[in-house]
């Protein structure tokens, strides 16, 4: 390669994603044999409804429904997002300029950050916290300023230590509950507090909320306090809700002009989603109560007694009141860090879970466990965690 060539200076903020690095061992132990049983990524393996993948393949055989959309989504979508806002957290958005249809949270985190931040000003992410906020942060040339969340304060904002940081630069706050990856609770309370906070200073909060719907009965939104929609931003996904991980679907919602800014950013990044996921998705939030409660809260309870068994043979602490499609649990103090435990997971027992260094500083002592496998392989995972270190 031509040595004078070098790559943009962006990159060197930031690292490979620890998924992606870690998968290609484990893809090489697999071929190796070993038979990995992963536990690691949240990435739901049951399917959608039946009425959505009917309604997907009914719009692909229409020969007129495979060009170009609109960027910022069909009626159809709008409409069904407003109808579920409504439905399940009470809050009213107009279908029209109040919600945007996104190729999921992840690809938002990158839309509302060049929307608001100019390089060099601050951004409030929290630790531990979704790595994404701190690598496109630091990719797009803002300074990513930590706010700790601790598990003593049950993974919620110390808004005492937010109000002693300078905040004079900060343009945006990443929040994001039910929490990931600590299970932390939605609580109406930090809701308010951060709405009344973000008035004080000037900052668009934005709360990434896929997870309200696993293992919880309380559906939250932070749309739901008096006058949210003004400073803040919520995303929501199907990916977790309605088992559509693959198929890239979310929503930002908030007021009319901040949707007007992140959509001039969007149309000149994407092009719109393909009709047939559009108009499928919009039938899946027709789902019913019923189908929630089975796919989202039972299947996932089912499994969380797998995972709570682990946690108890590796001699792990946890809430057991915690939420999500996660486990979140502190490891013993004979560990000098958290990777001698889960390497000797990976290599003695052949279960790959994750270390919680990935999340943040205040992570490093915790492991992250995943509901998203079948429950004959949690069972399987506990057989072979319970011969290796029992």
């Known amino acids: 390669m031509n040595s004078e060539i070098q790559p943009a200076e962006r990159l060197s903020h930031v690292s490979e994603y620890y998924f992606s690095r870690k998968l290609k061992e484990?893809?090489?132990?697999?071929?190796?044999?070993?038979?990995?049983?992963?536990?690691?990524?949240?990435?739901?393996?049951?399917?959608?409804?039946?009425?959505?993948?009917?309604?997907?393949?009914?719009?692909?055989?229409?020969?007129?429904?495979?060009?170009?959309?609109?960027?910022?989504?069909?009626?159809?979508?709008?409409?069904?997002?407003?109808?579920?806002?409504?439905?399940?957290?009470?809050?009213?958005?107009?279908?029209?300029?109040?919600?945007?249809?996104?190729?999921?949270?992840?690809?938002?985190?990158?839309?509302?950050?060049?929307?608001?931040?100019?390089?060099?000003?601050?951004?409030?992410?929290?630790?531990?916290?979704?790595?994404?906020?701190?690598?496109?942060?630091?990719?797009?040339?803002?300074?990513?300023?930590?706010?700790?969340?601790?598990?003593?304060?049950?993974?919620?904002?110390?808004?005492?230590?937010?109000?002693?940081?300078?905040?004079?630069?900060?343009?945006?706050?990443?929040?994001?509950?039910?929490?990931?990856?600590?299970?932390?609770?939605?609580?109406?309370?930090?809701?308010?507090?951060?709405?009344?906070?973000?008035?004080?200073?000037?900052?668009?909060?934005?709360?990434?909320?896929?997870?309200?719907?696993?293992?919880?009965?309380?559906?939250?939104?932070?749309?739901?306090?008096?006058?949210?929609?003004?400073?803040?931003?919520?995303?929501?996904?199907?990916?977790?809700?309605?088992?559509?991980p693959g198929w890239r679907v979310g929503m930002c919602a908030t007021n009319a002009q901040f949707i007007q800014w992140i959509l001039k950013v969007q149309s000149n990044i994407e092009s719109g989603t393909f009709r047939g996921i559009q108009l499928a998705a919009a039938e899946a939030y027709n789902n019913s109560d019923e189908w929630h409660r089975e796919f989202n809260i039972n299947v996932y309870a089912r499994r969380r007694k797998y995972a709570e068994q682990i946690m108890d043979v590796l001699g792990c602490t946890y809430d057991p009141n915690q939420v999500g499609m996660f486990l979140w649990g502190r490891i013993p103090d004979k560990y000098n860090n958290v990777e001698e435990l889960t390497e000797r997971v990976l290599h003695e027992a052949r279960v790959f879970i994750t270390p919680g260094f990935i999340f943040g500083s205040n992570g490093e002592r915790y492991i992250r466990i995943s509901l998203c496998a079948k429950e004959e392989k949690m069972r399987e995972a506990l057989l072979r965690i319970n011969s290796v270190f029992v």
């Open 26 to 244: 484990v893809a090489q132990l697999n071929a190796e044999g070993k038979d990995i049983i992963s536990l690691a990524i949240g990435s739901p393996d049951m399917p959608p409804s039946e009425q959505t993948i009917n309604k997907l393949c009914e719009v692909a055989h229409e020969p007129d429904a495979h060009g170009y959309q609109p960027t910022q989504g069909t009626p159809e979508l709008r409409s069904a997002m407003a109808g579920f806002y409504k439905r399940w957290y009470g809050v009213d958005l107009d279908a029209k300029s109040e919600l945007l249809p996104l190729i999921g949270s992840k690809e938002g985190i990158l839309h509302a950050t060049l929307a608001f931040v100019n390089p060099g000003d601050h951004v409030l992410v929290p630790n531990p916290g979704y790595p994404t906020y701190t690598s496109l942060s630091k990719i797009l040339g803002a300074q990513v300023v930590n706010y700790d969340l601790r598990e003593d304060n049950g993974w919620q904002p110390d808004f005492d230590q937010l109000e002693r940081m300078d905040l004079s630069r900060v343009k945006l706050m990443w929040m994001n509950y039910p929490n990931m990856p600590t299970g932390g609770r939605a609580m109406m309370a930090t809701y308010e507090r951060v709405v009344q906070f973000a008035r004080n200073h000037h900052i668009v909060v934005v709360n990434d909320n896929p997870y309200s719907f696993i293992l919880s009965e309380e559906h939250l939104s932070i749309l739901q306090v008096s006058g949210a929609k003004d400073c803040c931003i919520e995303f929501n996904s199907m990916s977790k809700s309605h088992n559509m």
